[in-house]
């Protein structure tokens, strides 16, 4: 990869430019000057422009290529909007020369200074290069200089072979985006389907004109008599075409509001996604680029990287021959080879839809990515007559597929299918289990490829609920107002997976700070873990606690909530209305008993009253129960939520559901003096 970073100062217009006002560094006192958003006070940063323009250009040696020119102008309204000052560039790498580049990089910070506009310029050692996966890189820069108030801008130009596959354009961001514009032309070899995603709508304007492109050719005279020369003579030639442009220009585009329980953000941003679908050359057949999904996984499958590494075991096979001796067992046959997997092979963190190292060389070394990882799983459980499988999966972070293609995903695991029954399995992870993936993993469905080359949907969602099972004995102390006890806690599904990565290779003193960050006034102790190290069971938690800020006296009365830290203090749902779904990641069901030792001399004046609301027709439940019993409370709670994910229109039953049930758990018991 090659960076070029321009210094020259003069100022230029994009080739396609709006107005005087967006000028590259012809930032305005009234914009350093804007204290806040006009349209959104919340707003910690705002795009005031951005422009993308992409072209293709034509090389002698490479044909065809994309120029992406990116314009950018932002405002930093407080140091909560600092990070927009950082920018990563992704660029994609193929083989041998097929590599994108990014050129041109230019950046500026304007501020005011005793009333007059000064610059602060983007100098090389702001820019960085790293490594992402195999096929990826990325560039970051950091703006200089940045501060409250201030203004960055920012101009930079991609190339790139990869004309199959453009990145989306972006026209909605987490800030607000004032003015955003869009010039995409194509020759008229080249026909691209647009996918519009999002909630805000837009236009996409269409036109055409007629493009002369000039190149040059290179052809070898031969000539002399007796003793043979041979020249290259250059002509210079032309052609023309007609290109189509697509246009796309939005203003006051409203920010897209990050809230609790959102799967990736970006999925719901609106752009736009060019998909080539044919080319149609002068003198040539037609040539299709347009797949299905069917099209898609047989084209993955085929390759050298992904299905030839299914073929090959006569690396690990005396091992798995060892391993499953005397057993006959197909489920225990799984799980064998799954937990050997796990114990052999070292994720190096990268992700990957096509092997980095090779199954055979990451066996060897016991490292790789996660499709050598995984491919390895599948072939040693299909050497054991497994009806084994790898699924396509696209990461969270890497967003929901939205038409065929094969950089829709990004990741792989296995699957075992017996009938109506699927088992998914990644061996990336050492406290993973069968179907319960890392929460990254957990984004819709994965499409499981067969040998035979069939392929179909498989929901990456686990269908049973992680459980929370709590049983605390609370004991008020009328000396102090303190409150001391003892809680027991047994977690299964992904509850068990999250305690086992938060604490497995914690120690004592980092266990208690992660248990007391948000228990309040709450000091821990006696902590005791049973089977962070054993899988395949529940982890449970025992520990002892005294809270210091629970109880409130007023006027000889004592007030309390008897859940303490294990009650919901804020509403994750704020927002009035929400555009995109509600994704909780799992099924979840919490149950808590709670006793509470009256003291000696009071009496129970009030409780909260039992309740009980459902969310929707089965998506969610909560039951509160209070009963008094000879000296003492006890407190019976339940919270289920059955779906993972739940649509937008539910927004308003789920806030409200959530609200209600807040509030109960909030409700303070009162004692008084006998």
């Known amino acids: ?62 044909g065809f290529y994309l120029t992406t020119d990116v314009f950018e102008r932002i405002k930093i309204y407080n140091k909560e909007g600092f990070d927009w000052a950082n920018k990563k560039v992704k660029l994609y790498q193929g083989s041998g020369n097929s590599n994108e580049e990014i050129s041109r990089l230019k950046g500026y910070t304007y501020f005011l ?15 960085f290069e790293e490594e992402a996966t195999e096929f990826l890189e990325t560039v970051k820069f950091t703006m200089p200089a940045v501060s409250e108030g201030c203004v960055i801008e920012y101009k930079y130009t991609i190339t790139s072979p990869f004309i199959t596959n453009i990145d989306e354009y972006r026209f909605q961001e987490q800030i607000p985006v004032n003015k955003v514009a869009l010039r995409f032309t194509a020759p008229e070899y080249f026909n691209y389907k647009m996918h519009q995603k999002g909630w805000v709508p837009f236009r996409i304007n269409e036109s055409g004109k007629t493009r002369t492109m000039h190149y040059n ?8 008599f007796g003793a043979v020369r041979q020249n290259t003579k250059t002509q210079r030639a032309e052609v023309k075409f007609m290109e189509n442009t697509y246009s796309v220009s939005m203003e006051h585009v409203p920010a897209l509001k990050q809230e609790a329980f959102t799967n990736n953000i970006d999925n719901y941003s609106s752009s736009l996604k060019f998909e080539l679908s044919y080319t149609k050359f002068p003198g040539s057949t037609l040539e299709m680029y347009t797949t299905t ?32 001796s005397g057993v006959s067992n197909p489920k225990e046959k799984i799980l064998k080879i799954y937990e050997f997997a796990k114990a052999k092979m070292n994720w190096n963190s990268f992700v990957g839809l096509y092997t980095q190292e090779g199954t055979k060389s990451a066996y060897k070394k016991g490292s790789g990515n996660a499709a050598d990882i995984n491919l390895l799983l599948v072939a040693m459980l299909r050497y054991a007559d497994i009806n084994a499988n790898p699924v396509l999966v696209s990461t969270k972070s890497n967003g929901i597929p939205m038409f065929p293609t094969r950089n829709g995903f990004n990741y792989v695991i296995a699957a075992v299918e017996d009938g109506n029954n699927t088992l998914l399995l990644d061996a990336t992870i050492k406290e993973g289990e069968p179907n319960i993936l890392q929460p990254e ?67 004592e003193e980092e266990i208690r700070k992660k248990l007391e960050e948000n228990s309040g006034e709450t000091e821990i102790s006696n902590i005791e873990f049973t089977n962070l190290d054993k899988l395949y069971q529940p982890v449970a938690l025992k520990y002892d606690f005294e809270n210091f800020d629970a109880v409130e006296e007023i006027g000889g009365k004592l007030y309390f909530s008897p859940l303490l830290f294990l009650a919901v203090d804020e509403n994750p749902f704020k927002v009035e209305e929400r555009n ?42 909560f039951k509160y129960v209070i009963n008094k019993i000879s000296g003492k409370l006890q407190i019976s709670v339940e919270f289920a939520l059955n779906d993972a994910v739940m649509p937008a229109r539910e927004y308003a039953n789920i806030k409200k559901f959530f609200k209600m049930m807040i509030d109960k758990e909030q409700e303070k018991v009162v004692l008084v003096k006998a």
């Open 1 to 62: 990869m090659k960076i070029v970073f321009t210094l020259l100062i003069t100022l230029g217009y994009f080739q396609y430019g709006f107005s005087q006002d967006f000028r590259f560094g012809k930032v305005s006192k009234e914009e350093l000057l804007e204290k806040e958003h006009p349209n959104d006070s919340t707003a910690d940063a705002a795009v005031l422009y951005r422009e993308m323009n992409t072209n293709f250009d034509y090389s002698q040696n490479d």
């Open 113 to 127: 200074k005793s009333g007059k506009i000064e610059d602060e310029k983007l100098r090389s050692d702001g820019i």
């Open 217 to 224: 050719t290179k052809t070898e005279v031969i000539s002399g």
């Open 293 to 324: 999904w069917e099209d898609v996984s047989k084209s993955i499958y085929d390759s050298d990287a992904f299905g030839d590494q299914l073929k090959r075991n006569n690396y690990f096979d005396d091992d798995i021959d060892q391993l499953l």
């Open 441 to 507: 993993l957990l984004n819709w469905q994965g499409m499981i490829v067969r040998e035979d080359r069939t392929s179909s949907w498989v929901s990456l969602y686990p269908n049973r609920h992680a459980q929370q099972s709590t049983m605390m004995n609370l004991t008020v102390n009328k000396d102090d107002y303190s409150i001391t006890g003892a809680a027991q806690n047994r977690f299964t599904g992904h509850y068990a997976l999250l305690q086992r990565k938060a604490y497995r290779n914690a120690n």
């Open 580 to 621: 995109y779904p509600i994704d909780f990641n799992y099924p979840m069901k919490d149950r808590y008993i709670v006793t509470v030792d009256i003291p000696e001399g009071y009496t129970v004046e009030s409780v909260p009253e039992s309740a009980a609301f459902a969310l929707g027709e089965n998506s969610g439940v």
